[in-house]
C-alpha cells in the first residue's frame, strides 16, 4: 500500500538528512505505530505519505515514495487525497468550516462526490466516530476529544485507504484518548483501513499495533518488526515493558491482560514488601500552606468552570491535577497564577493575592508553564530570551542561562525558540519561569508531545524543585507521569474536588486514573517500576 | 421594504412598513446568535431620529410656518452664509425631519431584519460555484475572527506570566507581534490541511472558464449599478432597471457556465422550492405596487410637511404593504423538511425585506 524506496530526506536548512535511505512497505489494513525520540524524524516520515514533505515543507527528498501505485512526486498532496488521510497534532488549526456536518463534508465537496453518496457518507462518519449528538454544533466550542475526532471524520468522509495521524492523542484526557484508539482499531479491523500513527505514550498505543517502526533519529536505519520484538530492545518503552524486562518475561506482554496472566509470581515476590513503600500519608501537619485557594469559585458567563474549591498546597509538595477535558484544571492554574481573579473565594500565596499584584510582583511569587510553552517564548533566539529575562526581571546577568543548564544542559543558544525540539522548548520556558526563583511553580500539561527521556528529566528536575522547598502543581492527563513524580493527586470533575489525597490512594482506586503497573500488580498499590525494583533488589539483599 | 421605504415619505406608510417588518421576524426568528441584531437595528433607527429632529433644530433651514419655539440665534461669519445655528424652530420644519429621520430608520429595520433571519454562512452557501474560493476565503476569514479573540487572550495571559506590561503602548506591540505570527502559523497549518483534503484538486481554468468569471464580476458590477439606481430614482432617468436586468442576465450566464466545468459538488444544498418563492414574489409584490404608484402618481406616496396636514391613507399602498406579511407564513418554518435544523432560520425570508436587490443577484 506504501512503499518507500531508498528515501532520503533533508531539510533545506540542515546539512544532515532526516531520512537516511528509508526502503519501508506498508501493506493495506495493518496498523502501524512509528516511535522514536522528538526530533528523530516521526513527523517527518509521516508526512512524506501524503506528499507535505516535501511539497508543503521544502527541503530535498530523493528516492521514491508510492502510495497505491501513485508517487508523491508527481501527485501534490491535494492528489493523494482520497487515497491518505492526514490528521495532525492540533486539530482546531487545520478546520476550514465552522460546524461538524460542513467539516466532514468538505474533503468530499473538493473531490467532487455526489450529493446523495457525500449525505450517506456524513451520516455513517457520524455514527461511526459517535458524533451524531455534535452535527450541528460550531467547532470552537467542541473539547479537544470532540475536536480530534471530527478531524479524524473530516478525513474519513472521503474514505481514503491510508490514515496517517500524527499525534492524537497527546492532548486527550485517558478517557478520551481510549475513545479515539478503539476508533482507529475498528477502521482496521471492520474496514481494512491502513493505519499509520505515531505516539509519544507508548503505553496507550502498543497493544493495538501490528507492526512498530522505530524512528532512531540522525539519519540511523530504521527498525521495523512487531510490537514485542522492537521493544524488547527499544530505548523508548511503556511501563508494562519495562516491568517486562525487570521481571524477565518472555515474550514481553503488551497489553495489562497479557502481563497480568504472567505477573503471577511477581506478585507472590512482592506481597508483603509493600510497607517498604514511601509513607503513603502526607507530610505531617504544616502550619501554614504555602498557597492556598479558600471556597473559591470562577465562572465564564454563566458557565461555572470552578464550583467553591478549597485547595492549600505546602512547600516541598507536588500535587497533580487530573480530571477530565474542561473540568476545570486549567482555570485552576489560572487562578493560582493570577491571570484572572475568583469570582467569589479568595487565592493566597505567601499571604498576598496573586490577581492584584502588578506583574514584575507576581512572577517572584508564581509561575506557570502553559500548555502550549511557545507562547512565553518571543525573542528571537535562545541568548536573546535568556537575556531578556535577566533585564526584565533585575536579575544578574546569566542567571537564566545557568537555570537553563539545569534544566537542560545543550539546548543551542543562537536557535529560534520556534525551532527547538518540543522539549528543549518547554525546557526553555521553565527555565524562564524559574529563574525569579518563584515559591509556587505551575505547569499545565506538560508531558504534551515529550518523550520518555525528556520525561525522566521533567521527573528528576519537579522532585529537586520540590526538594529546595517549591511547591508545584501540575495538571496532567498523563497517569505515568502522576504515578512517578506527585505527592498527591487531586481530581476535579465539573468544577468540583472530586477526591484530594495521596497519589497513591486517589490513582490506584481509579479504573481510568490508574497507572499500567498498578494494573498489573493490583490489588496492591505499585505505581512505578523504579518502585518495583527498589523493593526487589532490597529483599535479595 | 427597504425600496418601498425609500419611495416614499407617508409617515404612517413608514410605521406600517416598520410594524410589518418586525412582525415577520418576530414570527420566523431562530435563536441564533445573529437573530439579536434586529433589535440593535431597532436602537440605531431611534438614534437616527432622534439626530435627524436635533440637527434640524439647531441648524436647520429657517422656512416660514408655524412656530414652535425659538432658540438664540448665533451669529456666524459672512462665509458661513449658507449655515445657521438657532433662531426660530417651525413645526413643518421638526415633522419634515422626524419623518426624514423615520425612512432612514426603518431602511435600517428593514437591513437588521434581513441579518436577523439570514445566518452569514449560509448566505455563502448560496454562492454560486464559480464564486466558490471567494466564499471559501470568506468562511476562513469568519472563523478567523474568533480564534484571534482566543489567541489574543493567552498572549495577554503570557505577557503577564513573563511580568511584562499588558497595557499602553508596549503592551500592545508586545501583543500584536505574538498575535500576527499565530495568526500566520495557524493559516500555514491551515493551507497544508486544505491541500492535504483536495482543495484546488485537479484546477484547470479553460479560456471559458475564465471569461465566465468575468461575466459574472461584470454582472455584479451592472447589478449594483443597477440597484444603486432603482433605490434613487433621482439619479438615473431610466430609474436603473434595465442595468439591473442586463447585469443580472450576465451574472446569470457566466455563473452557469462556469459552474457547469467545476467537478466540485456541494453538501446538502439549501433547496430552492414553492415557499421560497413565495416569499420572493411576495417581496417583489411590496415593491411592485410602491414603482407602479410612484409612476401613476397615486396621491399619499409622497408627504410634505408644507402646508402643514396629516397624512392620507392611501389603501391601494397598505395593501401593497400587507402583502409583505405573508412570509410570516409563507417562509420555511426553522428546521422544516428539507432546512438543515442547524441554523432554522428561513434564509430565504431575507429576499423579502430588499427584494429589489437580493432577488435580482441571486
Known amino acids: ?25 506498508i501493506g493495506e489494513g495493518e496498523f502501524c505505530l512509528v516511535v522514536g525520540t522528538t526530533g528523530s524524524g516521526k513527523s517527518t ?8 514533505v516535501p511539497h508543503f515543507t521544502g527541503g530535498h527528498l530523493s528516492g521514491a515514495v508510492t502510495i497505491d501505485g501513485r508517487s508523491t512526486r508527481d501527485h501534490p498532496p491535494r492528489e493523494l487525497a482520497d487515497l491518505v488521510g492526514m490528521v495532525g497534532q492540533n486539530p482546531s488549526a487545520t478546520f476550514v468550516t465552522d460546524v461538524v456536518e460542513d467539516e466532514l463534508a468538505y474533503a468530499m465537496e473538493n473531490l467532487g462526490v455526489t450529493p446523495t453518496a457525500m449525505r450517506r457518507r456524513v451520516e455513517d462518519t457520524l455514527d461511526l466516530l459517535g458524533l451524531h449528538e455534535l452535527r450541528h454544533r460550531s467547532l470552537l466550542t467542541l473539547s479537544g476529544g470532540q475536536q480530534q475526532r471530527v478531524a479524524i471524520g473530516a478525513v474519513l468522509t472521503a474514505s481514503p485507504r491510508v490514515l496517517v495521524l500524527d499525534e492524537p492523542t497527546s492532548a486527550l484526557d485517558p478517557a478520551a484518548a481510549e475513545e479515539v484508539l478503539a476508533t482507529l482499531t475498528r477502521l482496521v479491523h471492520d474496514v481494512g483501513m491502513t493505519v499509520v500513527i505515531a505516539e509519544h505514550r507508548l503505553e496507550r498505543v502498543v497493544p493495538f499495533a501490528d507492526r512498530v517502526i522505530l524512528v532512531p533519529g540522525s539519519g540511523e536505519d530504521l527498525i521495523v518488526g512487531r510490537p514485542q520484538e522492537v521493544m524488547a530492545e527499544s530505548p523508548v518503552a511503556p511501563p508494562i515493558v519495562e516491568l517486562a524486562r525487570l521481571a524477565g518475561w518472555e515474550p514481553i506482554p503488551l497489553s495489562v491482560r497479557d502481563a497480568r496472566r504472567m505477573a503471577g509470581p511477581l506478585r507472590r515476590r512482592l506481597a508483603g514488601l509493600e510497607a517498604g513503600l514511601p509513607a503513603s500519608s502526607l507530610p505531617g501537619a504544616m502550619p501554614e500552606p504555602l498557597a492556598a485557594a479558600e471556597r473559591v469559585s470562577s465562572a465564564y458567563g454563566s458557565v461555572m468552570a470552578l464550583n467553591r474549591i478549597d485547595l492549600g498546597i505546602r512547600r516541598g509538595e507536588v500535587v497533580a491535577i487530573m480530571g477530565r477535558n474542561g473540568s476545570g484544571k486549567s482555570t485552576l492554574l489560572g487562578l493560582l497564577a493570577g491571570l484572572r481573579k475568583p469570582t467569589k473565594g479568595r487565592v493566597k500565596i505567601d499571604g498576598q493575592e496573586p490577581g492584584d499584584l502588578p506583574p514584575r510582583k507576581l512572577i517572584k ?17 535562545v541568548a536573546d530570551e535568556c537575556e531578556a529575562v535577566d533585564r526584565e526581571s533585575g536579575l544578574l546577568p546569566g542567571t537564566t542561562a545557568s537555570t537553563l543548564d539545569r534544566v537542560l544542559p545543550g539546548v543551542p543558544r543562537h536557535h529560534h525558540p520556534r525551532d527547538l525540539s518540543e522539549g528543549q522548548r518547554l525546557a526553555l520556558a521553565l527555565a524562564v519561569i524559574l529563574a525569579p526563583a518563584p515559591p509556587l511553580v505551575l505547569l499545565d500539561e506538560p508531558t504534551r508531545g515529550l518523550d520518555y527521556p525528556s520525561k525522566d528529566r521533567l521527573v528528576r528536575l519537579l522532585r529537586e524543585l520540590a526538594a529546595d522547598g517549591h511547591g508545584v502543581v501540575l495538571a496532567t492527563h498523563d497517569v505515568e507521569l502522576v504515578a512517578r513524580v506527585a505527592d498527591r493527586a487531586v481530581v476535579l470533575a465539573e468544577g468540583e474536588v472530586v477526591s484530594d489525597g495521596a497519589a497513591r490512594e486517589v490513582v490506584c482506586h481509579s479504573p481510568v486514573f490508574a497507572p499500567q503497573v498498578a494494573k498489573v500488580l493490583a490489588p496492591e498499590t505499585w505505581l512505578t517500576v523504579d518502585e518495583v525494583r527498589a523493593a526487589l533488589t532490597a529483599s535479595v539483599r | 421594504m427597504a425600496v418601498a421605504a425609500v419611495r416614499t415619505t407617508n409617515p404612517m406608510l413608514l410605521v406600517l412598513i416598520a410594524v410589518v417588518v418586525v412582525f415577520v421576524v418576530a414570527a420566523r426568528r431562530s435563536s441564533a446568535p445573529w437573530s439579536r441584531s434586529l433589535a440593535v437595528f431597532f436602537r440605531l433607527g431611534l438614534i437616527v431620529i432622534a439626530i435627524r429632529v436635533v440637527v434640524e433644530v439647531v441648524f436647520g433651514l429657517r422656512l416660514p410656518g408655524n412656530v414652535l419655539f425659538a432658540l438664540p440665534r448665533v451669529p456666524l461669519p459672512a462665509w458661513a452664509a449658507g449655515v445657521s445655528i438657532g433662531g426660530p424652530v417651525t413645526v413643518e420644519s421638526v415633522l419634515q425631519a422626524a419623518v426624514d429621520g423615520l425612512r432612514l430608520a426603518v431602511i435600517l429595520l428593514c437591513f437588521g431584519a434581513a441579518n436577523s433571519l439570514a445566518s452569514p454562512y449560509r448566505l455563502l452557501r448560496c454562492l454560486p460555484t464559480v464564486l466558490y474560493e471567494a466564499g471559501v476565503a470568506v468562511t476562513v476569514a469568519l472563523t478567523f475572527a474568533p480564534e484571534v479573540v482566543i489567541a489574543l487572550g493567552t498572549t495577554r495571559d503570557a505577557r503577564r506570566l513573563r511580568g511584562r506590561p499588558t497595557r ?11 498575535v ?9 497549518q491551515l493551507a497544508a490541511s486544505m491541500d492535504a483534503r483536495g482543495y484546488g484538486r485537479r484546477f484547470v481554468a479553460p479560456t471559458h472558464r475564465r471569461v465566465a468569471t468575468g461575466a459574472s464580476a461584470l454582472g455584479l458590477l451592472l ?18 432597471i ?13 455563473m452557469t457556465a462556469g459552474g457547469r466545468r467545476s467537478p466540485r459538488t456541494r453538501y446538502r444544498p439549501d433547496m430552492w422550492r414553492l415557499p421560497e418563492w413565495g416569499v420572493v414574489l411576495s417581496g417583489c409584490a411590496v415593491l411592485g405596487t410602491f414603482v407602479v404608484a410612484g409612476v401613476a402618481g397615486v396621491p399619499g406616496l409622497q408627504f410634505t410637511a408644507y402646508p402643514l396636514h396629516a397624512p392620507i391613507l392611501p389603501v391601494v399602498l397598505c395593501i401593497g404593504i400587507l402583502v409583505g406579511l405573508l412570509p410570516a407564513a409563507l417562509a420555511p418554518s426553522p428546521g422544516g423538511p428539507g432546512h438543515r435544523g442547524l441554523d432554522p432560520t428561513s434564509v430565504e425570508a431575507e429576499p423579502r425585506p430588499s427584494a429589489g436587490v437580493t432577488g435580482a443577484s441571486r
Not at chain 2, 499602553?168 to 505574538?178: D, E, K, V
Request: aromatic letters at 4%; hydrophobic letters at 50%.
Open chain 2, 223 to 240: 447589478v449594483m449599478v443597477g440597484v444603486f439606481g432603482a433605490l434613487d430614482p433621482g439619479s438615473m432617468p431610466a430609474g436603473g
Open chain 2, 180 to 188: 500576527l505570527e499565530g495568526a500566520l502559523d495557524r493559516s500555514l
Open chain 2, 242 to 254: 434595465p442595468i439591473l436586468a442586463v447585469g443580472s442576465v450576465l451574472l446569470a450566464i457566466g
Open chain 1, 1 to 25: 500500500m506504501i512503499r518507500f524506496t531508498d528515501v532520503t530526506f533533508a531539510y533545506s536548512d540542515s546539512d544532515q538528512p532526516t531520512l537516511r535511505h528509508v526502503d519501508l512497505t
Open chain 1, 365 to 381: 511569587l508564581v509561575g506557570l508553564v502553559p500548555q502550549d510553552a511557545a507562547v512565553l517564548l518571543y525573542c528571537s533566539s
Open chain 1, 45 to 52: 516520515l509521516l508526512g512524506a505519505i501524503n506528499g507535505l
Open chain 2, 168 to 178: 499602553g503602548i508596549a503592551g500592545l506591540r508586545g501583543l500584536a507581534i505574538p
